[in-house]
């Protein structure tokens, strides 16, 4: 089965009771047993829900993966894979990565016991010279957030495997649609469903794809015992959101890639990062890995933080927001915004320049984005 077929039909099947072709809400907390000891696959909505199933089932499909957990964050996701570790273990993480994880890493992590070390997220080497006795897990975003830079998976999984340390992926950016990173080697994948698998706004949630079974059954155990999950109503919208994935991603990239070339030659902007131009230093990289470079751009403007605001203060379609991988186009300033976590040198140490802007690109008219930026800018 193709990739689109699987994004509708796949934990989606007809409910056979009913016959109902969209997946029923299962809006219940518990569920009547036969006899102690004995049910019919559910006992309790925390532990599991037929609706969140489905889900479940949709993207570890989605991934190539054999099983699939849904949370209620992407960063529950996130800290659920960290949890598999314990006081002492060493993690390598990209240097380049979402503020919150960060956050996770520096104030919550390491206070109990973690050591973490950053890697230059443009030298697959660098993961490798990190590697201590303890290290147990390898941590990377691509693209990364913010500066799109695009890591080795294949490459990583190769020294992963060598060293016998786990490696996960947040695979937001790209999505399964353009990008499966268990079938480059990596063990873990992890998603702020939030996002484009969702990708209407108007939903929170995480999902942790894998086929390693002793990664598997930790992280179930944990997200049962920890009970960040979804709600059904939850699960059910980000399952209509994975129907029309393929179409909206194509449409993303398209206007994506158009955007980022018009930044590139206008006269107030400094550097654009987008894999899909033929200027992104990882370029041919991205073209070996993806099957398509994303609907995110971050570009540098001319000037600094009062240029930055001026420029936010004058567009009209895209709307000055956290998050991304909405319909709608969306403009956010990393400094001040998502990477906030960071302290000013340590942004700068990781390029986070006070000029930088970051595009989720959506699927609106690209004629009108276009003169959307090129209004603010002018």
Partial sequence: MKFATKAIHVGQEPDSFTGSVAVPVYQTSTYQQLAIGKHKGFEYSRTGNPTRKALEEAVSSLEEAKYGLAFASGVAATTAVFSLLKTGDHVICGDDIYGGTYRLLEYMFRQWGLEVTYADSRETGSFGDAIK????????????????????????????????????????????????????????????????????????????????????????????????????????????????????????????????????????????????????????????????????????????????EEFVSRLRLFLLAESLGGVESLVCYPPKMTHSSFSGEERQKRGIKDNLIRLSVGIEDKEDLKEDLESALA
């Avoid at 937001?172 to 996002?195: E, M, N, R, W, Y």
């Avoid at 902007?269 to 131009?277: A, C, I, K, S, W």
Wanted: hydrophobic content about 40%; overall charge positive.
């Fill in 133 to 308: 006795k303890n290290t147990k897990l390898i941590w990377i975003e691509t693209p990364t957030n913010p500066l799109l830079k695009i890591i080795d998976i294949r490459a990583l999984a190769h020294i992963s495997k060598q060293n016998n340390i786990l490696l996960a992926v947040d695979n937001t950016f790209a999505s399964p649609c353009l990008q499966q990173p268990l079938t480059l080697g990596a063990d873990i994948v992890v998603h702020s469903t939030t996002k484009y698998l969702a990708g209407h706004s108007d939903v929170i949630g995480g999902a942790i794809a894998t086929s390693d079974a002793k990664a598997y059954y930790g992280l179930k155990f944990y997200q049962n015992a920890a009970g960040a999950v979804p709600g059904p109503w939850d699960c059910w919208l980000i399952l209509r959101g994975i129907k029309t994935l393929v179409v909206r991603m194509r449409q993303h990239e398209k206007n994506a890639l158009f955007i980022a070339e018009v930044l590139e030659k206008h006269p107030k902007v400094e550097r654009v990062h987008y894999p899909g131009l033929r200027s992104h230093p990882q370029h041919e990289l991205a073209k070996t890995q993806m099957h398509g470079f994303g609907g995110m751009i971050s570009f540098e403007i001319k000037g600094g933080f009062a240029e930055v």
